[in-house]
């Protein structure tokens, strides 16, 4: 591909800057739909009709059961199907230039407490540079992202060779669903651009993450007897341990070129734990659920079988764990690992995009979190990378938001990629 003209990048990326506000604007209609996992169908009339709006050829449509069974196991099972719709828009080229997929999530998870919000979760204030708001930053920005960037190459004149698709897909956050059926509606193009908030890094590589619940069995009596009893929290507290130990030895053996910046490249953490009925009851039972990391290179069912040995260890070594052995499971989606070559073109392509945009070469380095990259890759045999404005650490917590700079930044270089990677018509 030939160096974009440098008229066409002055021309593109003032516009992007101009229209600034614009961006900012739509940002915070989205910010302002809640749109929770499983929740996503008011959100995605505001995403359709944006799509409309700007001409793209749109398809809107549902996951069903039947489809996505064959792959559960990679996307989990789901509470429902009904009013979730994805939407997908297309801007065809003139022909003869590479195609293009760009695609985003506009799924979210709760926002939680609300005093530990500074902030209104659901209402898009903006102060300073600064917008707060579930799904702000993971990824609604993301989407907005994609939307300017079309923008601002129509407003330069700008007439692409390849197609350029956009799609806005629903379940991310508990597996993938609407990335899957994207692809399995047919939707793959010579490379996918994600943009998660990757601090404008280039993300090659994305960790496994895999969901379990351990189920650990105790025996009741009344606390003023406890010794008659066997805790099931005590019985997990071992457990637990040789988790932690895991991980450490796991982050001492495992090596990889793109995840070495990290201290914890494979965390294992407890999210929930629940245990017993009564503070004068010795608890009978104990269920934790927890999510354990991988990296590019490791298969998912070696791995479950060393997590199941180790607890097992654990177990042989306690006499009543021994008669009644913990239950580990596996359920949720299970986001295996995936990558691609650090050289491949379309990480040729944004690294371009992002020295245009800014002067400077991009970081490229991977992430330790999960995401739809890997349903694109393995299912799509579509190349796809990650690379956008935000930081993860803000997505998830209270007064999530995202820098307004750095989204502009993240529109300038998306709409270079798409100029460069599908080609100038005129």
């Not at 496994?208 to 009741?220: D, N």
């Not at 927890?290 to 654990?314: M, Y």
Request: with cysteine.
């Amino acid at each position: 591909m030939t160096d974009l003209d440098r008229k066409l990048v002055d021309a593109v990326t003032r516009v992007v800057a101009a229209r600034r506000d614009d961006a900012v604007r739509l940002l915070q209609a989205l910010v302002r739909v809640p749109s929770t996992t499983g929740e996503e169908g008011a959100v995605q009339e505001k995403v359709e009709h944006a799509f409309r709006g700007r001409g793209l050829e749109v398809d809107v449509w549902e996951a069903t059961a039947a489809e996505v069974e064959p792959y559960r196991d990679h996307v989990g099972q789901q509470r429902t199907y009904e009013n979730r719709p994805n939407v997908a828009g297309r801007l065809r080229g003139r022909g003869g230039g590479r195609s293009l997929l760009l695609n985003a999530h506009t799924d979210t998870v709760a926002p939680g407490e609300p005093g530990a919000w500074g902030h209104d979760p659901l209402g898009g204030e903006l102060v300073g540079d600064t917008l707060y708001g579930r799904g702000s930053c993971d990824m609604k920005g993301g989407l907005v992202t994609h939307l300017a960037a079309l923008d601002a190459l129509e407003a330069a004149g700008v007439e692409l060779a390849g197609d350029v698709t956009v799609t806005a897909t629903v379940g991310e956050e508990n597996g993938g669903l609407g990335a899957l059926s994207t692809v399995l509606r047919g939707y793959r193009a010579d490379a996918a651009l994600i943009t998660e908030p990757t601090r404008l890094r280039l993300v090659p590589a994305q960790g496994g993450s895999l969901v379990f619940r351990l189920t650990v069995p105790g025996r009741s009596a009344h606390a003023a007897v406890r010794d008659e009893g066997v805790s099931a929290l005590e019985k997990f507290v071992p457990l637990f341990e040789a988790l932690r130990g895991l991980e450490r030895e796991r982050n001492a053996s495992l090596r990889h070129p793109l995840y070495d910046h990290l201290k914890n490249k494979v965390p294992i953490n407890i999210g929930v734990a629940r245990a017993g009925n009564w503070a004068s009851t010795v608890p009978e039972g104990l269920v934790a659920e927890g999510r354990a990391g991988l990296i590019p290179g490791e298969e998912v069912e070696p791995f479950k079988r060393q997590v199941t040995e180790r607890l097992l260890a654990v177990a042989d070594g306690d006499p009543w764990l021994r008669e009644n052995p913990p239950i580990l499971e596996w359920f949720g989606g299970q986001f295996a690992p995936s990558e691609v070559p650090t050289d491949a073109p379309i990480c040729e392509a944004v690294k371009r995009a992002h020295v245009l945009a800014t002067g400077e070469e991009p970081i490229v380095e991977g992430v330790s979190y999960g995401a739809d990259m890997r349903l694109f890759i393995r299912f799509g045999e579509t190349p796809c990378v990650m690379y956008g404005a935000g930081d993860v650490r803000d997505a998830h917590a209270p007064d999530e938001h995202i820098s307004i700079p750095d989204l502009v930044t993240a529109t300038k270089t998306v709409a270079l990629l798409i100029a460069d990677w599908c080609g100038v018509a005129r």
